[in-house]
T-cell receptor, first 115, second 112 residues
C-alpha cells in the first residue's frame, strides 16, 4: 500500500520569503513522486516529478523538491515566493505493483502569499 | 492544441437522477482516470482504464459507472445510488510507463 502525508493544510508566507511545503510518503516499493498545483476551479498542473534519477528535482515556476529516502520525504521549496504562487499544492506517490498503476494524492496544502 | 476536455464545467441535477460527465482527450494517451475532489480530502480515485474496453474500480467506485469504448473517451455516470454526489470531478490521462497524469479542468456537480 502507498500513502502520502502533507503536513499543514494551510501555509502562509510573505512575498519574497522561502516557500517550504512538506510531503512524506509511504511505499512498499521504490516510488515515483509528483507535485501538482491547482488554481481555483481548475484542474491540476504538474510542477515536477521524481522517477529515480537525480534526487534534487527542478520544476516549473522556480520550484524544486528533494527526494530523501532515509526520511521518506519529498518536500517542495521555492527560494522567493510570488503572489502568483498562491494556490493549492498536492503531493502524490505512485508505486507500480503488477499491472496496477495508481496515483495516491495527499490532502493538499493551500499556500497563501501576503504582501 | 492537445488536451483533455471535460464538459460541462458546471452541472446541476435533482436527487435521484443519473448524470453523465464527459471526458475527451486528444493526447493519444493509453490510460484514463476519474478522481473526485472534496474540500480537505485531496483527490480520491473513482475508476481508471488502461486500455479500451477495460477498466478497474478505484477506491470509491460505489455509485459510479464508466465505459471505455474509444481510446479518447472515458465518460463517468454518477448514479442515484451515490449517496453524496456533490463534488468536483477531475478526469486525467497519461501514456504508459512513468509519464505523469495530465488533468482536465474539471466538472463541478451539484445535486439538490
Amino acid at each position: 500500500a502507498q500513502s502520502v502525508t502533507q503536513l499543514g493544510s494551510h501555509v502562509s508566507v510573505s512575498e519574497g520569503a522561502l516557500v517550504l511545503l512538506r510531503c512524506n510518503y509511504s511505499s512498499s516499493v521504490p516510488p515515483y513522486l509528483f507535485w501538482y498545483v491547482q488554481y481555483p476551479n481548475q484542474g491540476l498542473q504538474l510542477l515536477l516529478k521524481y522517477t529515480s534519477a537525480a534526487t534534487l528535482v527542478k520544476g516549473i515556476n522556480g520550484f524544486e523538491a528533494e527526494f530523501k529516502k532515509s526520511e521518506t520525504s519529498f518536500h517542495l521549496t521555492k527560494p522567493s515566493a510570488h503572489m502568483s504562487d498562491a494556490a493549492e499544492y498536492f503531493c502524490a506517490v505512485r508505486a507500480d505493483t503488477g499491472t496496477a498503476s495508481k496515483l495516491t494524492f495527499g490532502t493538499g496544502t493551500r499556500l497563501q502569499v501576503t504582501l | 492544441d492537445g488536451g483533455i476536455t471535460q464538459s460541462p464545467k458546471y452541472l446541476f441535477r435533482k436527487e435521484g437522477q443519473n448524470v453523465t460527465l464527459s471526458c475527451e482527450q486528444n493526447l493519444n494517451h493509453d490510460a484514463m482516470y476519474w478522481y473526485r475532489q472534496d474540500p480537505g480530502q485531496g483527490l480520491r480515485l473513482i475508476y481508471y482504464s488502461q486500455i479500451v474496453n477495460d477498466f478497474q474500480k478505484g477506491d470509491i467506485a460505489e455509485g459510479y459507472s464508466v465505459s471505455r469504448e474509444k481510446k479518447e473517451s472515458f465518460p463517468l455516470t454518477v448514479t442515484s445510488a451515490q449517496k453524496n454526489p456533490t463534488a468536483f470531478y477531475l478526469c486525467a490521462s497519461r501514456w504508459a510507463g512513468v509519464s505523469p497524469l495530465h488533468f482536465g479542468n474539471g466538472t463541478r456537480l451539484t445535486v439538490t
